[in-house]
T-cell receptor, first 114, second 117 residues
Framework: KQEVTQIPAALSVPEGENLVLNCSFT??????LQWFRQDPGKGLTSLLL?????REQTSGRLNASLDKSSGRSTLYIAASQPGDSATYLC?????????????FGKGTKLSVIP | GAGVSQSPSNKVTEKGKDVELRCDPI?????LYWYRQRLGQGLEFLIY????????KSGLPSDRFSAERTGESVSTLTIQRTQQEDSAVYLC???????????????FGPGTRLTVL
């Protein structure tokens, strides 16, 4: 069974700081790995999706990397802003789940202090 | 176009009552998923629909939980004889198809927060 772990569970940083969120997984037979942002009452917003054959994806101030061999992904946020405050979820689709459902970590709650 | 919508947004019920949660997926999306997020826990997969059939119900926690989908559109998740441990946010997602390709990304609704007293 796939297990997804996110560290740290919570993080507080001053505005402007660069930061890294970590995600690890136990089964490397993945189709893709996705980072989501979760805001209270607003569901999940997809930030970046990395296919199994890719090493990283970038969107604006966000950069996500994937290392399947070590079972790790990182989400790098540059020049953090108070609006980045949210819970960040790592999720993946893997071949052990027949219906392509997402398997999620518990998330990292980020607070960016003005 | 409209995204995934869910209703109600909040539901408070008494232990032992039945509840129905509704999901309206994005038009044209054949795959539909239900997930549950209990306090302090990650999202858990409940059930998957391809069209109107549910080939994977492996995540349903007990026989008190059931779901259906009609017209390859709306889905309803029903919880019978609710228990306090059913309290959670129930999230619905839809995708164009079911695959590991990025073109079949899952789009999530805002969720229904269920509180069982």
């Amino acid at each position: 069974k796939q297990e997804v772990t996110q560290i740290p569970a919570a993080l507080s940083v001053p505005e402007g700081e660069n930061l890294v969120l970590n995600c690890s997984f136990t089964d490397s037979a993945i189709y893709n790995l996705q980072w989501f942002r979760q805001d209270p009452g607003k569901g999940l917003t997809s930030l970046l999706l990395i296919q199994s054959s890719q090493r990283e994806q970038t969107s604006g101030r966000l950069n996500a990397s994937l290392d399947k061999s070590s079972g790790r992904s990182t989400l790098y946020i540059a020049a953090s802003q108070p609006g980045d405050s949210a819970t960040y979820l790592c999720a993946l689709q893997y071949s052990g789940a027949g219906s392509y459902q997402l398997t999620f970590g518990k998330g990292t709650k980020l607070s960016v202090i003005p | 176009g409209a995204g995934v919508s869910q209703s109600p947004s909040n539901k408070v019920t008494e232990k032992g009552k039945d509840v129905e949660l509704r999901c309206d997926p994005i038009s044209g999306h054949t795959a539909l998923y239900w997930y549950r997020q209990r306090l302090g826990q990650g999202l858990e997969f409940l059930i998957y629909f391809q069209g109107n059939s549910a080939p994977d119900k492996s995540g349903l926690p007990s026989d008190r939980f059931s779901a259906e989908r009609t017209g390859e559109s709306v889905s309803t998740l029903t919880i019978q004889r609710t228990q306090q441990e059913d309290s959670a946010v129930y999230l619905c997602a839809s995708s164009l198809a079911a695959s590991g390709w990025s073109t079949d990304t899952q789009y999530f609704g805002p969720g229904t927060r269920l509180t069982v007293l």
